[in-house]
C-alpha cells in the first residue's frame, strides 16, 4: 500500500476540517443540492467525454495509487543480468527454467526460448509496452478531467445560487439558502479537484512511468541477451536508466 496518497488524503481532508471545526458549526458546510451539482455534474460530463466502461473502470484505476506494487529497476536489472550468465554459460535454452513474477518478462524470457529473433522480439515487446502506455493514459485522463471539471460545475452551481439570490431578494429568508449553494458548490468543487482527483491523476502518472521505465529495461536486456552481449557490459548499459547516486551501489 501507498502509504503517502493515503498520508495525504487523510491530512487534506484533516486540515480542512480543523479550519472548519476553528471557525464554525460543520453542519454550515453540508449541503445536499451543491454535492448534486458537483458529483452529478461531473460524473454527467466524464459520461458524456469518455466510454461508460471506461468511467466506471475509473474507481478501479484511482485504487492503483493506493495499492500499486512499487517498480523496483535496480532488482530487475539484477534479474536480467542472472539470466544473461546463464544464457552466456549455457546457452538461450537454458531460461527456460527462469520464472519472474513479472508477466512482462516472464513473456519476453519465453518468446526468447521459443527462437523469436531479436527484431520480432523486440516489435512484440514494444507494442505491449505502447498498449500499456495507452491503458494507463485513458485512466489518467479520466481523473485529470474530473480534477478540471469538478470546479467548472462548483461554478455553475455558484451562478446558480447567485440567480435564485437575486430573484428573491424581497424574501429575506431565502437569501441564506441560495447563497449557501452559491458559496458550497464552488467549495466542494474545489475540494474534490485538488485533494482527491488532480492529485491522484499526477501519482497515477508517475507510476505509469516508472513502470514503462522498467519495460523498457527488460526490452534492452532481452535484445542483449539474444544477441550474446557481455553481461558486465550489459549491465552497464542498462543501468543509464537509474539515477546516477544508484548506478554505483554494486
Not at 452529478?40 to 484511482?62: E, L, P, R, W
Not at 474545489?190 to 526490452?219: D, G
Request: one cysteine or more; aromatic letters at 6%.
Amino acid at each position: 500500500m501507498d502509504l503517502a496518497t493515503v498520508i495525504g488524503i487523510v491530512m487534506g481532508f484533516a486540515l480542512i476540517l480543523m479550519a472548519i471545526m476553528l471557525g464554525g458549526d460543520l453542519g454550515m458546510f453540508i449541503n445536499v443540492p451543491s454535492l448534486l451539482i458537483v458529483l452529478g455534474g461531473t460524473v454527467a460530463a466524464m459520461f458524456i467525454k469518455h466510454k461508460m466502461s471506461d468511467v466506471f473502470g475509473s474507481v478501479g484505476v484511482a485504487m492503483k495509487a493506493f495499492l500499486v506494487k512499487p517498480q523496483n529497476p535496480e532488482h530487475t536489472i539484477g534479474q536480467l543480468i542472472d539470466m544473461a550468465n546463464i544464457a552466456r554459460k549455457d546457452g538461450i535454452l537454458a531460461l527456460e527454467k527462469v520464472k519472474s513474477e513479472d508477466a512482462f518478462l516472464q513473456g519476453a524470457v519465453n518468446h526468447c526460448v521459443d527462437g523469436a529473433d531479436p527484431e520480432f522480439l523486440e516489435s512484440v515487446l514494444r507494442k505491449d509496452l505502447e498498449y500499456l502506455a495507452s491503458r494507463h493514459g485513458k485512466g489518467v485522463a479520466i481523473w485529470e478531467g474530473i480534477g478540471e471539471t469538478a470546479p467548472a460545475f462548483g461554478m455553475i452551481g455558484t451562478l446558480i445560487g447567485l440567480v435564485q439570490m437575486l430573484a428573491t431578494m424581497d424574501d429575506p429568508s431565502s437569501i441564506g439558502p441560495a447563497m449557501a449553494v452559491a458559496l458550497l458548490t464552488t467549495l466542494y468543487g474545489s475540494i474534490f479537484a485538488n485533494v482527491i482527483a488532480i492529485p491522484l491523476a499526477v501519482k497515477l502518472t508517475m507510476y505509469s512511468q516508472e513502470e514503462q521505465v522498467v519495460r523498457e529495461i527488460i526490452i534492452d536486456g532481452m535484445i542483449g541477451i539474444q544477441k550474446g552481449v557481455n553481461p558486465r557490459m550489459l549491465q552497464e548499459a542498462l543501468k543509464a536508466a537509474l539515477p546516477p547516486s544508484q548506478r554505483d551501489a554494486d
